[in-house]
């Protein structure tokens, strides 16, 4: 079975880290771009970083720059996402998704969509 399964949210409180986790089963990762995203209650989807296929450059959302740090690890088959000095405004679901190109990541085309994990910063 083809798909992406996330793991790696849970309650932090603010502050804190998290690692997510986005691996792959069925395909491999190498020279899709992997992206992950958020939705909170109410608000639209958004995009928090990618990362290239092709040269693995990185993409990340002004809301976290500094913050959080995307990586792809090719024996693993899997794209990380970690998040520090997290903040209550971060508590959304996260989710990855995995395209042939960035651009179909940030149109909403990719291949492959992970089913989601929820971080809750909170004190």
């Known amino acids: 079975q083809l798909q992406l399964v996330e793991s790696g949210g849970g309650l932090v409180q603010p502050g804190g880290s998290l690692r997510l986790s986005c691996a792959a089963s069925?395909?491999?990762?190498?020279?899709?771009?992997v992206g992950w995203f958020r939705q909170a209650p109410g608000k639209e989807r958004e995009v928090v970083s990618y990362?290239?296929?092709?040269?693995?450059?990185?993409y990340y959302a002004d809301s976290v720059k500094g913050r959080v740090t995307i990586a792809r690890d090719y024996s693993k088959n899997t794209v990380y996402l970690q998040m520090t000095s997290l903040e209550p405004e971060d508590t959304a679901l996260y989710y990855c998704?995995?395209?042939?190109?960035?651009?179909?990541?940030?149109?909403?085309?990719?291949?492959?969509w992970g089913q989601g994990t929820q971080v809750t910063v909170s004190s």
């Open positions: 998704a995995a395209g042939y190109y960035y651009s179909d990541l940030l149109s909403g085309d990719a291949e492959f």
């Open positions: 069925g395909f491999t990762l190498d020279y899709y771009a």
């Open positions: 990362i290239r296929g092709s040269d693995d450059s990185t």
